[in-house]
């Protein structure tokens, strides 16, 4: 195991009599693709949770190395399972290959650059299993320095307001503020609360919930199917709550995929989404004009990100 993120390893998590005889039984499902250098703090931090009664690991296609890490892995730890062969299918086809391998009764999805603190998927699964049987929790996604980071409580997302966050734009003009979808640099809640959006990189639901659902819709290659679910809960009656103890430390930009190809990816992901959910022909309309726009602007960002030195 390297040293990234070496803080942030979970401590075993040991468990009350009480919480063994009464708890449903968790599978954490974990989509790996190229993902550097924190993919085994990533494993060793789920598998450190003696809560997880099952690890689902979809090898979506690794190089050499990471794949002897996960063969590893899998090795030394009956609870890991790893499902592979099916090639570079896209995270959203593998989310659902790992939802229907996967045997638990709540389901914990886990970006492989995510660091699963103590505790926390026993908390987030509560959240999932005292509410209403259609309900979408999504947990704290921090920094490494344990800053809020971006994404994990958003707005509604428009395509207005996906254009002009994207852009930057609202972070530079009050009166544009109000547009903004990203919500993490507004007080944390205190206790679990509704949110239009949480983020796929760590959420819980019921699998019979997920599975009604028919999954991550799998028009979507890589961003937006999280955007996408939580719309689709809401629409069917559901919930979707921010949880704001059950926390990871999500490293970010460690894959070494490109990161060029990742936001365009995002943007064609928002242009077919906004096309998707709209509601009449104005509708339509917009989101037939705006596409452009808004996939420009998310290619736009890594070229920033190039210039300045730094990921916005």
Request: charged share 20%.
């Amino acid at each position: 195991m390297n040293d990234i993120g070496a803080s942030f390893v979970a401590a075993e998590a040991v468990p009350t009599p009480h919480d063994v005889a009464s708890r449903a039984r968790l599978s954490v499902i974990m989509v790996v693709y190229m993902t550097g250098e924190a993919l085994d703090q990533s494993l060793a931090c789920v598998l450190a949770d003696s809560q997880v009664d099952e690890f689902i690991v979809v090898d979506n296609g690794s190089d050499p190395c990471e794949a002897a890490i996960l063969d590893d892995f899998a090795r030394r730890h009956p609870r890991m399972r790893l499902v592979r062969g099916q090639g570079n299918v896209g995270f959203a086809r593998g989310a659902n290959l790992g939802a229907d391998a996967a045997t638990g009764d709540v389901l914990i999805f886990l970006n492989p650059d995510a660091f699963l603190q103590p505790g926390c998927a026993q908390v987030l699964a509560r959240a999932v299993l005292d509410g209403c049987p259609l309900r979408l929790v999504g947990g704290r996604v921090l920094n490494a320095d344990r800053t809020e980071q971006r994404g994990a409580r958003r707005g509604e997302i428009t395509p207005m307001a996906a254009l002009l966050s994207l852009s930057g734009l609202t972070r530079r003009s009050k009166a544009l503020r109000r547009y903004e979808v990203h919500w993490e640099n507004e007080a944390a809640p205190a206790a679990l609360c509704p949110v239009p959006t949480i983020s796929g990189a760590f959420f819980a639901i019921r699998r019979a919930a997920y599975l009604s659902l028919g999954g991550f819709d799998e028009g979507y290659f890589l961003h937006v199917e999280d955007i996408d679910l939580c719309w689709r809960v809401r629409e069917a009656g559901g919930e979707v709550m921010f949880h704001p103890t059950a926390e990871v430390v999500h490293l970010g930009h460690t894959s070494r995929a490109s990161p060029l190809k990742v936001e365009l990816s995002k943007g064609l992901g928002l242009a077919r989404y906004f096309r998707k959910r709209a509601d009449g022909l104005g509708e339509a309309l917009t989101a037939w004009l705006l596409w452009p726009l808004v996939v420009g602007a998310a290619v736009a960002r890594p070229l920033l990100w190039r210039l300045t030195g730094r990921a916005a």
